[in-house]
């Protein structure tokens, strides 16, 4: 072969040989695909609470558009709204997704028998999963077991209202759990020689009739059901139960931060910080039915006393040094 041929042949094989490497090099060059997470919130992004799960992300090491990409979607209140954001959140095919509440899982396992889900909810999941040991299915997350609480809640209130005899309770019926919280607070009711009556909401309006009917059936005090309805409205309970001159209990810090008397609870923001590490451990390939639903072991009481004093309640100085923190 003459040097004039080998040269020619020899160029070839090399543009072949270039050709043939440019692929692997582009492959190369492709940026890794970051894992999307869908969040179905109920509050506003802004929200305080969500501070908790983004804080998590952080020391688990994720910032965020630079290794994890968060698909949000808020409803601010119109919980008629989860089912067709969850839906949504399915279609983008998100590698997880981050829901609060009883109605949210409901909404995200209609959506999806495929995408990985942690919730943060206020009460047992029992009817959702098949059981807190061991989840099974596409589902597990955190339950702060507001309605093993009911005991507590209503012997807080009686201590501030010695003369505690007829006690409303306001709560969500579409959140299936609240049937079982409202029977623990029957039992309670019974040991401590009250009488309870319960009110329903499903929305805001409903919220404002139910005071009308609280206030007619001449309460003494209020207990106020924990569900994404009920926290989204919170600055207006607040409002109401000092309107109205109710002492009321709410499940979480955040209603006596907005106005309310007292809080008695599990930490909101620290359940969402801890949602953070289940998203973590199903990102690296855990199976969620395998991981346990997490509960609380720590509960927080947080006093008003501004509110204390706009009612004529005087707080013991022993009850409040019970309390986790006190807003003067």
């Known amino acids: 072969m003459s040097s004039m ?24 060059q492709q940026p890794t695909k ?16 969500y501070d908790g799960f983004r804080q998590g992300l952080r020391e688990l090491g994720y910032v965020e558009g630079k290794n994890i990409i968060i698909e949000a979607r808020w409803v601010e209140g119109q919980l008629d709204r989860l089912p067709e954001f969850a839906r949504e959140l399915a279609r983008l095919n998100v590698d997880l997704m981050l829901v609060g509440g009883d109605q949210g899982l409901r909404a995200a396992k209609e959506a999806t028998n495929t995408i990985p889900i942690v919730v943060s909810a206020c009460d047992p999941l029992d009817s959702l999963v098949a059981s807190i040991a061991r989840p099974g299915g596409k589902a597990t997350g955190l339950t702060c077991i507001s309605s093993e609480l009911a005991t507590k809640r209503l012997q807080l209130l009686k201590e501030l209202v010695p003369a505690l005899s007829r006690v409303a309770v306001l709560f969500n019926p579409e959140d299936r759990n609240k049937a079982w919280e409202n029977e623990q607070i029957q039992g309670a009711a019974r040991t401590l020689k009250l009488t309870v009556r319960g009110f329903e909401a499903r929305s805001e309006i409903e919220i404002d009739k139910a005071f009308g009917g609280i206030v007619r059936d001449q309460a003494q005090a209020l207990v106020i059901f924990a569900d ?11 409002e109401l139960t000092l309107q109205n001159r109710l002492p009321a209990i709410f499940g979480f810090r955040e209603f006596a931060d907005a106005g309310g008397l007292i809080a008695y609870g599990a930490s909101l923001r620290e359940q969402y910080r801890r949602a953070a590490w289940f998203v973590d451990k199903i990102l690296k390939g855990a199976n969620p039915g395998d991981l346990p639903i997490e509960q609380p072991t720590r509960f927080e009481l947080v006093v008003n006393l501004r509110t204390a004093k706009a009612l004529g309640l005087d707080v013991p100085l022993h009850f409040q040094q019970l309390a986790d923190d006190v807003i003067e």
Do not use: C, E, Y
Request: aromatic letters at 8%; zero cysteines.
């Open 5 to 28: 041929k080998r040269r020619g042949f020899l160029s070839v094989v090399g543009v072949a040989a270039i050709v043939a490497w440019m692929p692997l090099a582009a492959d190369a």
């Open 34 to 49: 970051l894992p999307r997470i869908g969040w179905l919130g109920n509050l506003a992004a802004t929200a305080p609470v």
């Open 228 to 238: 994404p309805l009920m926290v989204f409205h919170q600055k207006k309970l607040a």
